[in-house]
């Protein structure tokens, strides 16, 4: 996930993330991960690395340690503590890794930046319940997310930029790739989805390989 410091206003936050999701309609389960600029939550314009679960459609769940549910085994990643540095329009380029994985009926979360990745912590099958997520997610979504405020208003994502702007001026996540229930990883395939092309796009891009394999810039 390229890393940026993108301006939510007039809206209340803009992210980067992957969500991994079971079930349907009320039984929705989630769970997931990334960076997020939410300067009314965090306190700071900076992005900040979050994970969030719902195990019903989002009438529960919560960011990071805000409610119980995640356990933290490593405090070498601060869930919710800022992220940096970040790129800069046609300048350096910095990201993050992330990958989540269902190991041991528990939901794993590995963070990687400059070294290797951290088991950071996972969250228990039995948050689960019955549900999809105690079992395998059904699918798995990349991309970007900004929240408008009370008219409708929303800011910047990603960098601010289109996709068409490309490398070193759009966002963009790459690398792409998950991991099936049997532990084996394949690079994903995507299908591009721009709700409001007018104000936010994707460039999409699946690849089986390659030092970027799938990636898009959003």
């Given at each position: 996930l390229?890393?940026?410091?993108?301006?939510?206003?007039?809206?209340?936050?803009?992210?980067?993330?992957?969500?991994?999701?079971?079930?349907?309609?009320?039984?929705?389960?989630?769970?997931?991960?990334?960076?997020?600029?939410?300067?009314?939550?965090y306190?700071?314009?900076?992005?900040?690395?979050?994970?969030?679960?719902?195990?019903?459609?989002?009438?529960?769940?919560?960011?990071?340690?805000?409610c119980?549910?995640f356990?933290?085994?490593?405090?070498t990643?601060?869930?919710?503590g800022?992220?940096?540095?970040?790129?800069?329009?046609?300048?350096?380029?910095?990201?993050?890794?992330?990958?989540?994985?269902l190991?041991?009926?528990?939901?794993?979360?590995?963070?990687?930046?400059?070294?290797?990745?951290?088991?950071?912590?996972?969250?228990?099958?039995?948050?689960?319940?019955s549900g999809?997520?105690?079992?395998?997610a059904?699918?798995?979504?990349?991309?970007?997310?900004?929240?408008?405020?009370s008219?409708?208003?929303?800011?910047?994502?990603?960098?601010?930029?289109?996709?068409?702007?490309?490398?070193?001026?759009?966002?963009?996540q790459?690398?792409?790739?998950?991991i099936?229930?049997a532990?084996?990883?394949?690079?994903?395939?995507?299908?591009a989805n721009?709700?409001?092309?007018s104000?936010?796009?994707?460039?999409?891009?699946?690849?089986?390989g390659?030092?970027?394999?799938?990636?898009?810039?959003?």
């Amino acid at each position: 996930l390229n890393l940026w410091r993108p301006d939510p206003s007039p809206g209340v936050f803009s992210l980067s993330q992957h969500w991994y999701v079971g079930g349907s309609g009320s039984s929705t389960q989630t769970v997931e991960g990334g960076w997020q600029v939410y300067p009314g939550f965090y306190g700071t314009n900076e992005p900040v690395l979050f994970i969030f679960f719902t195990p019903d459609n989002y009438a529960s769940g919560c960011y990071n340690l805000t409610c119980s549910g995640f356990v933290q085994v490593d405090n070498t990643w601060v869930l919710g503590g800022t992220l940096a540095p970040v790129s800069t329009d046609g300048g350096t380029q910095y990201f993050i890794r992330i990958q989540w994985q269902l190991y041991k009926g528990n939901w794993w979360l590995f963070v990687q930046g400059n070294g290797n990745y951290i088991a950071v912590g996972y969250y228990p099958g039995t948050l689960f319940g019955s549900g999809q997520m105690a079992t395998n997610a059904q699918y798995v979504k990349y991309g970007g997310e900004t929240d408008s405020d009370s008219a409708g208003n929303a800011g910047n994502m990603g960098s601010g930029a289109f996709a068409s702007a490309g490398w070193t001026h759009a966002a963009y996540q790459r690398t792409i790739y998950y991991i099936d229930t049997a532990l084996t990883s394949h690079w994903a395939s995507l299908s591009a989805n721009q709700p409001t092309s007018s104000c936010y796009t994707i460039d999409m891009h699946n690849n089986s390989g390659g030092s970027w394999a799938t990636y898009f810039f959003f």
